[in-house]
Every structure is written in structure tokens, then in C-alpha cells.
């Protein structure tokens, strides 16, 4: 093939053969994959609340937004000094708005970082999680190469209780110099953009919670009768109504559920895995990446969270504190 009839034939292969961006076609939201099982395209479903959220304004701290719906770092405020109740009803207002807030340069003691968490409520204490030796109410979590992370999967924390932890305030105490980040999915995000006919169908659903799927080895020997009674099975609506906002969210995750209500555990896969999955979508998290100081308080109904495994054999160091929540309800 002489050059003339090569550079011919490339003419003829690279054809412009449009003028339409093929996003055009996606302007009304996501479409399926043709392998049926993924879609493409902006969620739109959120457009209209990630407008609002960068609408807003505060008068003791400012914001600056790190997801589409979730997550703000919020500045201009020191948490050491004992806060107005105006500006504790504010940072709550705020957590409303972006389910999770973050603080930077925060280095607050154990006492102080107590008393920042009650003001927004009594604080529970952790039964298979070790706490400070002063402070029950404060988890300690200490990962390094003799005790490695294990919460990189997405979860609300503690959804075997009767009633679940309401928000977490997270305190960096040594973190390591790449890794450990800790992600953030909008769960309201998440229900909404189920399709109508799922949406309909979790409705009215039912969770069976545990805490013997992450915690069952962690029962002292001879006491699992009572630690079973004492923490029995529990079942939570699939999509509760939160009761600050008055808005849906998906409350199932890998970690705590054995299965839907009335069905047995392998009849029950397929969906969970399938609402489960809803977490997974970029378009619907935050990131952080923790520096000393640093600071997490999120709504523990709105998002699920994800910490990141990825610092193995460095340390690093966290400290937690819960507030009391209610029982999820429709």
C-alpha cells in the first residue's frame, strides 16, 4: 500500500462523524450500561441541593464545601474554648446541612473533647471496643503493625443497638505521613437515587442487625447467653426517616446486617448487596485526609464512612466519642 492510499484510509477511519459532545444526550441524568448491571451520567438528583448547601452562609464559623451533598470544613471557630450555645446550635445546624463537618487545628484534650461532644448530647460507652483508661466514654483506636485497620468497609457504626450512636466526633491523635483517610457517603443521596420501583420497595422494609457478625469473637468465654440477651437481634427499617430533617436515607451496611426481615440470609443477598453498593459511588462522598489536630463529626443516620487500610505497618491513632441517638423509625 503506497503512502498515499495509508494516509487516505486514516482520513477515511477518523471521520468526525458529529458535532454534539456525547454528554449531551445525558443532560436528564444517568443511563443503565449496556451491560445492564452499572449506569453513566450525572446524578442530577443532587443539582438542586448541592446549590443550596453553596448558598449558605454562617455567622460563627465559615464553610468551605468538599462533596457534591457532603462534608464541609468549617473554620473561624476554636474548639478549646467553651462555645456559646448559639454557636453549638449552629455547628449542629451545620451537621444538618452537610452530614459530616470537619475541623482543622484542633488540639483538644480527652476532658476537652468530651465536653465538646456533650453539648450535643449524652455520650454511650463501647462494649467490644477498648476505651482510654480515664474516660470510658472516649474509644481509643490504635492501628499499627500489631493491630491493623479493619473498618474499610462502609458502615454506620453500632446499628445493633436498640439505639444506634446519633453522631461521632473523631479526634486525630498521630496519624501517618500518607494514608488513613476516612470517606463519607450521603446515604440521603444514596436513597434517593434509587429507581422508583426500589425505592418502593425498601419503604416499607425491615433489617435484621448483630453484633455477633463483627464482634461475636470478642464475648468472653461462658458469657454468650448473656451478651446475646443483653444485645439481642434487632430490626431497623431499611430507609428510616431522619428526625431532624425529616428526610429518608438507606440504613443497611455489610458489616452489622444478617439479612432482611422475613427472609432468610440467602434469600436476602442480592438486594442488600445491591443497596449496599449505593455507598460505592463517588459523585456521593467526601474524602479527608487527617492531619494532628484534626477533627471529624458526623451524623451517623446521614452518612456511612469508609477508613482507609492503607498505612499498614505505621500508626495511627484516633480517639472517639458518640452521642446517644434514638431508635431509627419511619
Known amino acids: 500500500m503506497s503512502a498515499a492510499d495509508l494516509a487516505d484510509k486514516l482520513a477515511d477511519k477518523d471521520e468526525v462523524l458529529t458535532d454534539e459532545d456525547p454528554g449531551a444526550a445525558l443532560r436528564i441524568g444517568r443511563r443503565v450500561t449496556p451491560d445492564g448491571q452499572s449506569g453513566m451520567g450525572p446524578m442530577t438528583h443532587i443539582a438542586d441541593e448541592r446549590a443550596a448547601l453553596l448558598a449558605r452562609t454562617w455567622e460563627h ?120 483517610d476516612t470517606l463519607f457517603a450521603d446515604m440521603h443521596a444514596a436513597y434517593d437515587g434509587l429507581d422508583d420501583d426500589l425505592r418502593a420497595e425498601v419503604d416499607g422494609m425491615d433489617a435484621v442487625h448483630t453484633f455477633l457478625r463483627a464482634f461475636g469473637r470478642k464475648v468472653p468465654a461462658g458469657r454468650e447467653d448473656e451478651i446475646r440477651e443483653r444485645y439481642p437481634e434487632i430490626e431497623h427499617p431499611v430507609a428510616p426517616t431522619h428526625d431532624r430533617t425529616g428526610r429518608r436515607y438507606l440504613y443497611v451496611n455489610r458489616i452489622f446486617v444478617e439479612r432482611l426481615a422475613g427472609r432468610t440470609r440467602d434469600e436476602s443477598l442480592d438486594l442488600l448487596d445491591r443497596l449496599c453498593r449505593q455507598a460505592d459511588f463517588p459523585e456521593y462522598q467526601c474524602r479527608f485526609t487527617w492531619e494532628p489536630g484534626s477533627i471529624a463529626f458526623w451524623d451517623n443516620r446521614a452518612v456511612q464512612h469508609y477508613a482507609a487500610s492503607d498505612y499498614y505497618p505505621d500508626v495511627r491513632v484516633m480517639e472517639r466519642a458518640s452521642i446517644m441517638g434514638d431508635r431509627p423509625s419511619r
Open 61 to 180: 464559623f465559615d464553610a468551605r464545601m468538599v462533596g457534591g451533598t457532603v462534608g464541609a470544613v468549617l473554620t473561624g471557630i476554636d474548639l478549646t474554648l467553651d462555645q456559646p450555645d448559639e454557636a453549638i446550635a449552629e455547628v449542629q445546624a451545620a451537621l444538618d446541612a452537610y452530614k459530616v463537618v470537619f475541623f482543622r487545628d484542633q488540639h483538644l484534650t480527652q476532658e476537652q473533647h468530651l465536653a465538646f461532644a456533650r453539648r450535643f448530647g449524652d455520650l454511650e460507652v463501647h462494649p467490644f471496643i477498648p476505651s482510654t483508661e480515664e474516660q470510658p466514654e472516649l474509644v481509643r483506636f490504635r492501628k499499627g503493625d500489631d493491630a491493623a485497620g479493619y473498618e474499610n468497609s462502609w458502615h454506620h457504626d453500632v446499628t445493633w443497638r436498640e439505639c444506634p450512636s446519633r453522631s461521632t466526633i473523631l479526634r486525630a491523635v498521630q496519624v501517618p505521613e500518607v494514608g488513613g
